[in-house]
């Protein structure tokens, strides 16, 4: 089966840099993507890492460990907007040859002045 | 564009009817998701379609829940009957094909009474 792990919640202040941690188990991984959900809205793509690294988009990073099974969100100069649920999801290739998108339970961020 | 529409956006019932939930994607997306969220827990895989057909149902939690996606176009998700424990935000998307970005609904917050 699959699985993922991300912390529950995370606090930090506005303008500091906050990383959220994902470490995952499945058996066709091929990709990590990240999602962000504000209170009552649709989940929102972030970003996707298929290789090994860090990609940057603006003040939000995403990296990639495929070796360790392990990826993650950085936030830096955070803003209160940014206080939303950070979900880390696994592309996956399932049985059937399909590819689908297996998240982790979120993780909490508050973001403080 | 229009992104994923979903309706209705909320949804409450009795334990024993029937419910049944729509899911318009994205047009010329060929992938359509189906999660399900419960009470904060992860957001959770239900199923898969390709066009019109499921690609992947391994998600599906019991017979009484059954999806179908008309002509490749918009999908339903019939519960019948409805019991407590189906209560929680239903989430649709939708990607086109190879692609990992998923654009989500706003999701369906079904209670059960």
């Known amino acids: 089966g699959q699985s993922l792990e991300q912390p529950s919640e995370v606090t930090a202040v506005e303008g500091a840099i906050v990383q959220i941690n994902c470490t995952y188990q499945?058996?066709?991984?091929?990709?990590l993507s990240w999602y962000q959900q504000h209170d009552g809205g649709a989940p929102t793509f972030l970003s996707y890492?298929?290789?090994?690294g860090l990609e940057e988009t603006g003040r939000f990073s995403s990296f990639l460990s495929r070796s360790d099974s392990y990826g993650y969100l950085l936030l830096q100069e955070l803003q209160m907007k940014d206080s939303a649920s950070y979900f880390c999801?696994?592309?996956?290739?399932?049985?059937?040859?399909?590819?689908?998108?297996?998240f982790g339970a979120g993780t909490r961020l508050f973001v403080k002045a | 564009e229009a992104g994923v529409t979903q309706f209705p956006s909320h949804s409450v019932i009795e334990k024993g009817q029937t419910v049944t939930l729509r899911c318009d994607p994205i047009?010329?997306?060929?992938?359509l998701y189906w999660y399900r969220r419960v009470m904060g827990k992860e957001i959770k895989f239900l199923l898969h379609f390709v066009k019109e057909s499921k690609q992947d149902e391994s998600g599906m939690p019991n017979n009484r829940f059954l999806a179908e996606r008309t002509g490749g176009t918009y999908s339903t998700l019939k519960v019948q009957p409805a019991e407590l424990e189906d209560s929680g935000v239903y989430f649709c998307a939708s990607s086109q094909g190879g692609v990992p970005e998923a654009f989500f609904g706003q999701g369906t917050r079904l209670t059960v009474v």
């Open positions: 999801a696994v592309r996956d290739r399932g049985s059937t040859g399909g590819f689908k998108t297996i």
């Open positions: 499945t058996s066709g991984f091929y990709g």
């Open positions: 890492n298929a290789l090994d």
């Open positions: 047009s010329g997306h060929d992938n």
